[in-house]
């Protein structure tokens, strides 16, 4: 059974760049998550869906995050406009009815 | 909300000695369940155990955990520890009304021979 994959595994950006990371699941996990993970500390989760819908984006910042499933398959989570404090690896994990399974990353420098 | 607390940043051992990791939490929900991550050096969290019964023993690899309500604890054991089991290890839990994790800080485990 393949994992959780994403791409690109790194990016490197100057502030104000924007920048997109792509998940795509293990298939049949309805629920996938985003996470961001910075240096020496753990998961901070962003946002997360259950098939297509949205169930919590509270912890997503708004003004620069976005994050899509639009067929309840694949994910896109976006920065518009990126800043130093961003700087982190991103993590998406997907599950159905047990515990999440990640994906390797994308590890995100924003100079 | 949530919180996951592992008082440990960094733990170190000697080869073939016990290793404890504590962890312990805060939620106002009753019907919880709880989680070991394991994450090596660049590399995805993998699951490591699980659990969401009250004072029943679980166990994997070597390690085993068993979650007190009574305490709020979740700590990670393991009577000998290993090379390979150096790594960041992470608490984690999940309340009955979302299911995204609430993780600890991390616990690194340096396994010196």
């Known amino acids: 059974e393949a994992g959780v994959t994403q791409s690109p595994r790194y990016a490197v950006l100057q502030e104000g760049q924007a920048v997109s990371f792509w998940c795509d699941p293990i298939?049949?996990?309805?629920?996938l998550y985003w996470y961001q993970q910075p240096r020496d500390q753990g998961p901070q989760l962003l946002v997360y869906?259950?098939?297509?819908?949205?169930?919590?984006n509270s912890q997503l910042p708004s003004d620069r995050f976005s994050a899509v499933r639009p067929k309840g398959t694949n994910s896109t989570l976006k920065i518009q406009s990126a800043k130093q404090g961003d700087t982190a690896t991103y993590l998406c994990?997907?599950?159905?009815?047990?515990?999440?399974?990640f994906g390797e990353g994308t590890r995100l420098s924003v100079l | 909300g949530d919180s996951v607390t592992q008082t440990e940043g960094l733990v170190t051992v000697t080869e073939g000695l016990p290793v404890k990791l504590n962890c312990t939490y805060q939620t106002t929900y009753l019907t919880i369940a709880f989680f070991w991550y394991v994450q090596y050096l660049n590399e995805a969290p993998q699951v490591l155990l699980k659990s969401s019964t009250d004072n029943k023993r679980t166990e994997h690899q070597g390690f085993h955990a068993t979650l007190h309500k009574s305490s709020s604890s979740f700590h990670l054991q393991k009577s000998s520890a290993q090379l390979s089991d150096s790594a960041l290890y992470y608490c984690?839990?999940?309340?009955?009304?979302?299911?995204?994790?609430?993780f600890g800080l991390g616990t690194r485990v340096s396994v010196f021979p």
């Open positions: 298939s049949g996990h309805d629920t």
């Open positions: 869906f259950r098939d297509e819908a949205v169930i919590d």
């Open positions: 984690a839990l999940r309340n009955n009304y979302a299911q995204g994790l609430t």
């Open positions: 994990a997907s599950s159905y009815n047990q515990a999440p399974l």
